[in-house]
């Protein structure tokens, strides 16, 4: 494989000297983006963008050829193609998000699904990861990703979104027995699909544990946690001669950082809801931070934007294990502009921090 022209966001993540502070955005290739939105009325629709490998290669590199600040691009796919591979049936209905044709609620339901093999059953992600790849040429890094298993299991059990989680948080207290085999089988399945992504090409991975962050703290660690620890642990962390770096994202998780920095990985994404220098307080070196300004700030003019850049570089403080980013995913109402004035804020101010 090509070698890297960019890796300060490989390095940052293992806390090793870089230039400046690399930056990235959840969701950088997505709907605030006109030409976005023109690679998707050409595939017809969100599902047909992610299955097919050059649309996907296609929306992944837009805002690298918007951006040239950008350190690192991110697979273009879904973490809901786990529970489609599954047999669940994914579709999307128009305003209201994902949708699946069959639900699990019963131990006898969660005993039937099968454990999809990442090459058979997801094929057409690892040939988006490689049609990337080569694309990238070494331009930057490759993110692959997934969902953790409580986060996929909510949308398995629920059926698509929820507002309270309602039908899986009964099950979890009702019939644990049943969720933890759910979680089981999605540990098993989130494993073997990062590691095919990094067999394919993926330089990093980040598991994204959006909706941990609803458990309270008992739960937290049975039913979240202890399983992303599992698929930490079963990952591969090495591959082309490099270091394969792991970021675990809980959104709402600062509570428990320094359990969540406990789990094996490089790296914790860190909401907006938490200050970064008293995060790197709490954890100390045992793991690069990455994240944390709350992305409605980008709608704001340039110069605020900016002055919260500043304020975020700030309270991290000198040294490297920093990766800059949004505490979650680019809104779709984001001026392309204020995307761009964000990133170039990063890089000209962060040099300061490493003298």
């Keep these: 494989m090509t070698a890297l022209k960019n890796d300060r966001f490989l390095r940052a993540l293992l806390k090793q000297p870089v230039d400046v502070t690399p930056v990235w955005m959840m969701r950088q290739a997505g709907r605030y983006l006109p030409e976005y939105r023109a690679s998707r009325a050409k595939a017809g629709d969100f599902m047909s963008l992610c299955m097919n490998p050059a649309f996907a290669c296609e929306v992944t590199m837009q805002p690298l050829d918007r951006y040239p600040q950008l350190d690192a691009a991110i697979l273009f796919s879904d973490i809901l193609t786990i529970p489609d591979a599954m047999g ?4 999307f209905e128009s305003g209201e998000g994902p949708r699946f044709k069959k639900v699990v609620s019963t131990l006898a339901d969660i005993e039937a699904l099968p454990i999809p093999d990442p090459q058979k059953d997801l094929g057409y992600v690892m040939d988006a990861v490689s049609t990337i790849r080569r694309e990238l040429n070494g331009r930057v890094p490759l993110i692959g990703f997934a969902g953790s298993p409580w986060t996929l299991a909510t949308y398995m059990v629920e059926g698509g979104s929820s507002k309270d989680y309602r039908k899986t948080k009964t099950m979890l207290y009702d019939n644990p027995q ?3 085999l759910l979680l089981d089988k999605l540990a098993q399945t989130v494993t073997s699909y990062l590691n095919g992504q990094i ?4 330089q990093a991975v980040q598991i994204f544990d959006s909706w941990g ?3 309270s703290a008992a739960a937290y ?7 992303m620890r599992k698929i930490v642990s079963g990952l591969i962390r090495e591959h082309e001669g490099r270091k394969v770096p792991v970021i675990l994202f809980t959104k709402n998780g600062g509570l428990w950082l320094e359990s969540i920095a406990d789990a094996g990985a490089d790296a914790l994404g ?9 995060a790197r307080e709490r954890v100390g070196s045992k793991v690069a931070l ?8 980008l709608y704001a003019k340039p110069e605020a934007i900016r002055a919260e850049v500043g304020r975020i570089l700030a309270s991290y403080g000198k040294g490297s294990g920093h990766v800059f980013n949004l505490g979650h995913g680019i809104t779709p109402e984001v001026d392309p ?5 964000f990133l170039r804020a990063v890089h000209e101010l962060s040099a300061q921090y490493h003298e």
């Design 178 to 180: 049943a969720l933890h």
């Design 88 to 91: 669940q049936g994914l579709y």
């Design 199 to 202: 067999m394919a090409g993926a």
């Design 270 to 278: 860190l909401d907006w809801t938490c200050d970064i220098g008293s």
């Design 221 to 227: 660690q049975e039913f979240s946690l202890a399983y």
């Design 213 to 215: 962050g609803s458990l």
């Design 290 to 297: 990455q994240g944390n300004m709350d992305p409605t700030v």
């Design 337 to 341: 502009e204020h995307a761009g004035a």
